[in-house]
């Protein structure tokens, strides 16, 4: 059997027919509408690197099946920002040299978009919380939350 | 495409959900959140030839005042209970177990009604069942039935239910206490619990008047350590009760050992914490941990 998804990816409708329903929402991303952003590290809910915003909220893609998003809103790391119009979060990791191989980098964006939204993120306590579904192998994570912080910070500047 | 065919069902209601069930003949599975299933689909550990995704069921989705009672629908998920003003003025012990469970992303997703069934017993919602003696409803073929939570959790990852039996919605029957505290250590942040105490009192005139005990990670399913509430409240409270309530939590578990830690260790562990968890308790109302 195939199931019919309508999903709005990014602010861009997409009619999709002919989809199996197994197919996981990170494959659908990647391979149906080619959206390689969303990377895919260890398929079963244990690194974060799929993460995506399913209606505004943080959710695994690889967790969750295509045929689920269907009627829903998503946000991948590509609709945070273009190259030259980096959003205030990229720009902190930029700044603070958040990334080095940057295959977590999709994950801990989408991650912190919702932190952000979510939780005050007064402390590094707070949002080393917040990172613990996310594993990066690379940074030690010191200069992820260092970005976080000051996305954090100037949000509350700009509130 | 990881997970192994299946065919993909969506009923709007509840009885739908149960004929779909029921005509899978034994093959069908549940999907609320999927946070535990799709693991088991991905590895192909699971391989229903039906899923059955309850997400569409939108009267499964509240959280409402009842009488003495929070009634929380199965489908509510852990981010709702986790920023919902009524379960932190009503059930707080809930509240602050709710950022312990797993990580932000899984709390978007995972359903209240999931974790119960899938009974982890090192799983937080678990645990608050058995520490309010939550109620669950739950509706089969021959219509719906209440089972208290200590009749629920079977085993490890094993419920009580029929093949074709859906958890409905649980009602979590409100304490009268005043002190509270839920202590939790994991190897990280969000993880499964090594060991966990959530204790709860209502202090009298010159002792405990009523007191609420429930322990995870130190068993096969949750506990709730009855004998213990009612130890303390047999006592006069003094500056020994912490280290007398640590030793009755102690004698009253016999964990297992595995991968992530000893049994011996846990043991300690959750005696280390039931002292802490008493002596805030005692000392502060309605504490947040």
């Known amino acids: 059997m195939t199931v019919n998804v309508s999903v709005t990816v990014n602010g861009m409708r997409?009619?999709?027919?002919?989809?199996?329903?197994?197919?996981?929402?990170?494959?659908?991303?990647?391979?149906?509408?080619?959206?390689?952003?969303?990377?895919?590290?260890?398929?079963?809910?244990?690194?974060?690197?799929?993460?995506?915003?399913?209606?505004?909220?943080s959710v695994r893609s690889c967790l969750t099946l295509a045929v689920q998003a269907n009627g829903s809103e998503i946000t991948t790391v590509e609709g945070l920002g273009t190259p030259e119009t980096l959003n205030v979060l990229q720009t902190q990791f930029r700044e603070h040299h958040g990334l080095q191989c940057g295959f977590c980098t999709p994950g801990m964006l989408m991650t912190g978009e919702d932190?952000?939204?979510?939780?005050?993120?007064?402390?590094?306590?707070?949002?080393?919380?917040?990172?613990?579904?996310n594993l990066c192998r690379c940074t030690g994570y010191q200069n992820i939350v260092a970005a976080i912080r000051s996305a954090a910070a100037l949000r509350r500047e700009n509130a | 495409m990881k997970?192994?065919?299946?065919?993909?069902?969506?009923?709007?209601?509840?009885?739908?959900?149960?004929?779909?069930?029921?005509?899978?003949?034994?093959?069908?599975?549940?999907?609320?959140?999927?946070?535990s299933l799709l693991p088991l689909l991905n590895f192909r550990m699971a391989r229903p030839a039906v899923l059955v995704d309850l997400n569409g069921i939108k009267e499964l989705s509240f959280i409402e005042l009842r009488g003495e009672s929070v009634v929380i629908g199965a489908l509510?998920?852990?981010?709702?209970?986790?920023?919902?003003?009524?379960?932190?003025?009503?059930l707080p012990v809930m509240s602050a177990a709710m950022r312990h469970?797993?990580?932000?992303?899984?709390?978007?997703?995972?359903?209240?009604?999931?974790?119960?069934?899938?009974?982890?017993?090192?799983?937080?919602?678990?645990?608050?069942?058995?520490?309010?003696?939550?109620?669950?409803?739950?509706?089969?073929?021959?219509?719906?039935?209440?089972?208290?939570?200590?009749?629920?959790f079977v085993d490890a990852l094993t419920n009580c239910l029929e093949p074709e039996e859906i958890v409905v919605e649980i009602e979590f029957p409100i304490p009268q206490h005043d002190g509270w505290v839920f202590e939790e250590v994991a190897r990280?942040?969000?993880?499964?619990?090594?060991?966990?105490?959530?204790?709860?009192?209502?202090?009298?005139?010159?002792?405990?008047?009523?007191?609420?005990?429930?322990?995870?990670?130190?068993?096969?399913?949750?506990?709730?350590?009855?004998?213990?509430?009612?130890?303390?409240?047999?006592?006069?409270?003094?500056?020994?009760?912490?280290?007398?309530?640590?030793?009755w939590v102690r004698s009253s578990v016999s964990p297992n050992s595995d991968l992530h830690a000893s049994g011996e260790y846990r043991k300690h562990l959750l005696g280390e914490l039931a002292r802490r968890a008493l002596k805030t308790a005692l000392a502060a109302k309605g504490d947040r941990r």
């Open chain 2, 3 to 35: 997970p192994a065919r299946f065919e993909y069902v969506a009923p709007a209601s509840v009885d739908a959900a149960v004929e779909t069930l029921l005509a899978a003949n034994g093959e069908g599975k549940l999907l609320a959140g999927g946070q």
């Open chain 2, 188 to 247: 990280r942040f969000g993880d499964f619990a090594l060991a966990s105490i959530a204790v709860s009192i209502r202090r009298g005139q010159s002792g405990i008047e009523d007191a609420r005990v429930a322990a995870m990670g130190v068993a096969d399913t949750p506990l709730r350590l009855e004998d213990v509430e009612r130890r303390l409240c047999e006592i006069e409270i003094d500056v020994r009760m912490p280290d007398r309530f640590c030793e």
């Open chain 1, 115 to 133: 932190l952000l939204r979510k939780y005050p993120l007064a402390t590094d306590e707070e949002i080393r919380e917040g990172l613990s579904g």
């Open chain 2, 76 to 90: 509510t998920r852990h981010r709702e209970i986790e920023h919902s003003p009524l379960i932190a003025s009503r």
């Open chain 2, 101 to 152: 469970v797993a990580h932000l992303a899984i709390r978007n997703r995972g359903t209240i009604g999931g974790s119960l069934s899938h009974a982890d017993p090192a799983a937080e919602l678990p645990m608050m069942a058995m520490f309010y003696a939550a109620r669950l409803t739950v509706q089969g073929p021959a219509g719906r039935r209440t089972i208290a939570a200590k009749d629920f």
């Open chain 1, 14 to 57: 997409h009619e999709i027919s002919g989809v199996e329903p197994r197919l996981l929402l990170s494959d659908f991303l990647r391979d149906t509408l080619g959206l390689t952003g969303t990377h895919v590290g260890c398929e079963h809910g244990v690194c974060g690197a799929c993460t995506v915003l399913m209606d505004g909220h």
